[in-house]
């Protein structure tokens, strides 16, 4: 059975690097069969992608394209999500999913962000 589970800093100070991790287990990130995804939902709005990776490099967001970075560690089978210089426009539940061919077929539980001083 396929499980993401995001962990990171549930608070973090305005200005500061937001930094999540999503341990996958029972599928493989070193795959071309699927990608690995951040999405986050602000309070009281809807979905919103943040960027993707996969085996040959990652695309994002454009209007977070400037602060985002998504990278892998394939040892750990664990991808991570950084975002810089964070405002409380960055609060928000963050999911790590996992994106088949036109579906995003498996997501984390959800960590909820705090940005606040």
């Known amino acids: 059975q396929v499980q993401l589970q995001e962990s990171g800093p549930g608070l973090v100070k305005p200005s500061q690097t937001l930094s999540l991790t999503c341990t996958v287990s029972?599928?493989?990130?070193?795959?071309?069969?699927?990608?690995w995804v951040w999405i986050r939902q602000p309070p009281g709005k809807g979905l919103e992608w943040m960027g993707t990776?996969?085996?040959?490099?990652?695309y994002y967001r454009p209007s977070l394209k400037s602060r985002t970075s998504i990278s892998r560690d394939t040892a750990k089978n664990q991808f991570t999500l950084q975002l810089n210089s964070v405002t409380p426009e960055d609060t928000a539940v963050y999911y790590c999913?996992?994106?088949?061919?036109?579906?995003?077929?498996?997501w984390g539980q959800g960590t909820r962000v705090t940005v606040s001083s």
């Open positions: 990776i996969f085996t040959t490099g990652a």
């Open positions: 029972g599928a493989s990130i070193i795959t071309n069969d699927y990608r």
């Open positions: 999913v996992r994106a088949g061919n036109w579906v995003y077929d498996y």
